[in-house]
């Protein structure tokens, strides 16, 4: 390993985002938290992203590379004005939405590589965080080894949207709409290193994207133990439930944590469900609590804060996570850190985070109404189950599940990716050098 790779020397990172909001999706709480913790241990980290931006701590520097921000509230899907336009990608950015596309990851990639060419000599590594992009294959000719995280394959969301999907027209839009995962998997297969969150991610992404297994490695992700952590201070809402939904998606399930509150206060009507995320005026969610009444008994709460969310988690008697599919599920190991019991599905990677079922949690099959009510109706009956497995459950994310311990193991593979990128170039000079230098 040579000094460039030398395993004291802080690293100068490019840590790629090319959509950040810090309350909807799990890609700016990675960004966030990630480059904290990496920040924490003494590296320079520059986090370099489009809109919405993430939101940053003390410590970590953020550059603005805009985008043409197509789908902005209160006006997405939105036609810029002529004066707008800056360059050829700002073109093919709005010619790909008009035509029903989703143009972020590639056109976000192509500004990124010319951003970072032109300050190459800045920085020692560069970390993708799911742009998968073709700029990003010529970041490597840069001189710049390249890491790249995979939460879980897009091509899972595309599948459960088209099986959600009514007619052909929506099957169609859905279709256009994820075009982009095929650059997204002719993307991955090149890449040298793959990041991922969870045992079920790494085997999506080897069948979905065929990256050969060796290249993914597990690095899983946690919960902030300093602002999620028990207080007794806090006191207990009688009969609230609270989930984080950060999109009325068929992946999330919340409708049927809708259906479920909806056998549930049939004997028990004091049950109520907090939800963190945006109120949906239309789609199944909405037609659910229209279809149950429950438009009472069911609260939304958009853009809090960290501390705000860990108060409400703290603050409810059970947690609940109703997806049919996680590529890890931060808002499980948040509510399990925060001292809360915590009803789960089996959906992907959640058993590896909520862990066994009867110890740590109380797990559901996904997409099963009944159990969900059932589980939810024994933990509110059962103060001492309650008890039980909210201790075990924060016990098991701290021995697991913290962002120290995910920086730690990242700045590892950044590490590794220099070292490897650093051989070949020693192996020529040896080579080069007359046989009497080497003896």
């Known amino acids: 390993m040579t000094a460039e790779a030398g395993v004291d020397r802080p690293l100068r990172v490019a840590l790629l985002s090319y959509k950040g909001n810090p309350f909807c999706g799990g890609q700016g709480v990675y960004v966030r938290h990630l480059s904290r913790e990496l920040a924490r241990l003494g590296h320079r980290i520059e986090v370099i992203g489009a809109q919405p931006y993430p939101v940053l701590d003390e410590g970590v520097t953020l550059t603005e590379l805009p985008s043409l921000d197509l789908y902005r509230q209160p006006d997405p899907f939105r036609t810029p004005k002529r004066d707008e336009y800056r360059d050829w990608v700002d073109v093919l950015e709005v010619a790909t939405m008009w035509t029903g596309g989703f143009p972020e990851p590639l056109t976000f990639s192509l500004r990124a590589r010319r951003e970072l060419a032109a300050r190459r000599a800045e920085f020692d590594v560069v970390h993708d965080n799911q742009t998968l992009g073709y700029g990003l294959l010529g970041i490597e000719r840069l001189g710049l080894p390249l890491v790249t995280t995979i939460h879980h394959p897009i091509t899972v969301d595309r599948r459960l949207d088209l099986a959600a999907a009514a007619d052909r027209r929506r099957r169609f839009s859905v279709r256009r709409w994820y075009g982009f995962t095929r650059m997204q998997k002719r993307v991955a297969r090149r890449l040298p290193t793959v990041l991922t969150v969870s045992g079920a991610s790494r085997r999506e992404i ?53 259906e479920a509150l909806a056998k549930l206060r049939t004997e028990h009507p004091r049950a109520h469900l907090l939800v963190v995320g945006n109120r949906p005026a239309t789609g199944p969610v909405a037609d659910a609590m229209d279809r149950f009444g429950l438009h009472r008994a069911v609260e939304f709460r958009k853009g809090i804060s960290d501390e705000e969310l860990a108060d409400l988690v703290r603050g409810a008697e059970i947690a609940c996570v109703p997806s049919l599919y996680e590529g890890f599920s931060l808002p499980a190991a948040e509510a399990m850190a925060s001292g809360t ?5 089996t959906g992907g990677a959640i058993p590896e985070v909520a862990g066994p079922d009867g110890e740590t949690c109380l797990a559901v099959p996904p997409g099963d109404a009944g159990a969900l009510a059932a589980a939810l109706a024994r933990l509110l009956t059962d103060e001492e189950l309650r008890t039980r497995i909210a201790h075990a459950g924060r016990e098991r994310v701290l021995r697991r599940f913290t962002w120290e311990q995910a920086a730690r193991a990242t700045a590892e593979h950044y590490r590794a990716a220099l070292a490897e990128r650093a051989a070949p170039a020693e192996k020529t000079a040896r080579a080069q050098t007359p046989a009497h230098r080497r003896s």
Do not use: Q
């Open 206 to 258: 080897v069948e979905d994207f065929a990256v050969p297994a060796d290249r993914v490695h597990v690095v899983p992700i946690g919960a902030d133990a300093r602002v999620f952590h028990p207080d007794p201070a806090t006191p207990k809402v009688p009969g609230r439930i609270v989930t984080t939904s950060s999109a009325d998606a068929p992946l999330k399930g919340l409708v049927h944590l809708i």
């Open 341 to 345: 019991p915590l009803v789960a599905t």
